[in-house]
């Protein structure tokens, strides 16, 4: 047993390490056996752990034992140092001894590490080297310096000479304590000081490790996504596990993250795929393409409600998206992100803030609630309510006489709007409107219960305002405000209003200035007769007809469009 001296050396010297996170315990040199005899004085345990008990060394000389080292720590003192071969040359190395994961996912609780070496003749020096351990997962952390001293140096027993043959050194490192070493460890890593200056090289005999099994790892339920360019969602190779073993996202309670550790790309589901989040933190771009589509879920064991939260960036769904219950989307400041596929609402609520757009189909009933910037690319329907809550909607105006789509929502449902709405416009290609434009329309009419609805964008200056008028919003051109009646917004209610009134019957086709909305019927032409003669206040005025004149008038219009035209209603 080492003396006194020497003990009280190692604790004034500070070699006794205590490691942070996963070390459970202060480790100590519980005992350290010294014998010139160290063949029949050392006894090592055959019950050490590890995968097939390898070693890797990968600095070593003489021995022409290889890379691998069985007898490192088969339980068995190493054939070579019984011929006094050294393992590790004398500037140092490094051996790992990984423990079997794939049987224990947890990985082990070290109880002792038993360390065995010794020299075997005059040239071998000091037993001096750092132990660490690593998680599953995680790091090597350094747990303990053993500084065993030289045969020569002062204070060791007996003062042996150089000239006799050094007895071997066997140290147990364990906590002293009675409690492990550390916790869930799937590998420990001895590495080897730069030996008496590099001069000379130094023997190890056997190296075992001694635990019991941690508990099994929960499996991961958060992935990030980790190849540039494109991949294949089911492809585990796709995936990075963040909190546990796992092979990819697909599950009720799994999240997916996309941030900044690739350069963006395109992960494609041709499989159905199962969420409940979605991250995206990145500045380069994302696609989730195929035609598997994703669906959002509550998490069973939360519960939490699904969400798609985006950081940073501008990304893209061009898969189509499903919910399963209510939903939330968060858009930060300067992101974006668009749907470019169909959304279906399974009768659920998605709630939207931030940057989204809508480019495509929303189906399935339930409501579109929108508190951000909502925009779209072209005529873009909602089978479900809407709601728009202090947001604003950002829409592209295009000449559709030229064949143009300009964008705007049709809803057949409801839409309901509080707060401050703003609707911001761009006109495109040139287009300037010469009559009304109904960017919002509805089959269940408008609940407006907004405190102002305000008109911005380059395109602004084309409109005199924008309002509610009868199921629609709408764009409104001219300047004496609203002229009831004045389909076609030439500033008068004339017979080229009825004309338009009578293509337009039994549909829904928007006309400007009409306050009452929806399917175009006889109110329409009722709304039209009582304001005919109708005229945008100017400096003269205009004179309304006496009734005689409009029963020609009207006469006038059915003989020149009888044909192809539905009769007057009485």
Sequence with gaps: MINSKIWLAFLLAGLVLTATGYVDAAPQFSNENESVDYFSYFTVSDTDIGDALQGAITAYQGGGLGGNHVAMNDGLLAECCSTGDALLPADGGVLEIFLDTSVNTGGYNITSLVNTSGWNGSSRTNHQYVVALRTVGGDYVDLIDVQYPHATDPGYPNSMPVAVEHPGVQITIDDTMGGSLGSGIDAVRYTFNNINGGTSPEAFHEFDVFGTPGEALPPATTYAWNLPGLGNWHDGASWAAVDGPGSLPNGAGHTAQFGDGTNGGTAVVDAPVLLNKIEFDSANKYAIAGLGGVTLATDPTGPTDPSIAVQLGDHTFQTHVSVDSDATVTVADGAELSFDNKVYLNGNTLSLSGDAMLNHSVVGSGTVAASGTLGTEGDTTIVANLSLASATVDLDLRDSSSGATSDRFDVEGSATLTGNITVNVDLVDGYSPSSDVAILTTTGGIVDNSLSISLTGPGQGAFTGVGVVGNNLVLQVGGGGTLDGDYNSDGVVNAADYTLWADNLGTNNPLANDTIGGLITEAH?????????????????????????????????????ASGRQRLPR
Aim: glycine content about 10%.
């Design 525 to 561: 032409y009722l709304q039209w007769k009582n304001n005919f003669g109708n005229a945008q206040s100017s400096g003269s005025g205009a004179a309304v007809p006496e009734p005689v004149s409009l029963v020609l008038l009207l006469l006038g219009v059915l003989f020149c469009s």
